[in-house]
């Protein structure tokens, strides 16, 4: 069974191919999407426009909500993490913040 993170946020293929060094690893889409039918079986598969992908907390985008499973890109740079933050507007979230203030107020009464 796949490991959940704590925080992956879902966008449509079109906004990671419009990073310039994108690529795709098509061996590791979810297998629904790369069972085609062939004379082989699984034979491959491919994206569409209207697909979406995960962008993972390690910054890596996987094709399902598991941040170790049917991982698509993983080719994590500084640029990349730039990409994500500027662009995608991707940001995870500081839980640990609301954590601290519910603690807090629980202690307090």
Not at 32 to 46: C, H, I, P
Request: include cysteine.
């Amino acid at each position: 069974m796949g490991k959940m993170g704590k925080y992956c946020k879902a966008y449509p293929i079109g906004e990671f191919r419009a990073y310039d060094k994108w690529t795709e690893n098509l061996q590791n889409l979810h297998a629904d999407k790369r069972a085609v039918e062939g004379k082989g079986g699984e034979t491959g598969g491919e994206l569409s426009e209207n697909d979406f992908l995960y962008l993972q907390e390690n910054y890596e985008v996987t094709d399902g909500i598991f941040i170790d499973e049917n991982v698509i890109f993983n080719n994590v740079t500084p640029e990349w993490i730039n990409y994500c933050q500027t662009e995608l507007k991707f940001e995870i979230p500081s839980y640990d913040v609301a954590e601290t203030a519910n603690a807090s107020s629980r202690n307090d009464g």
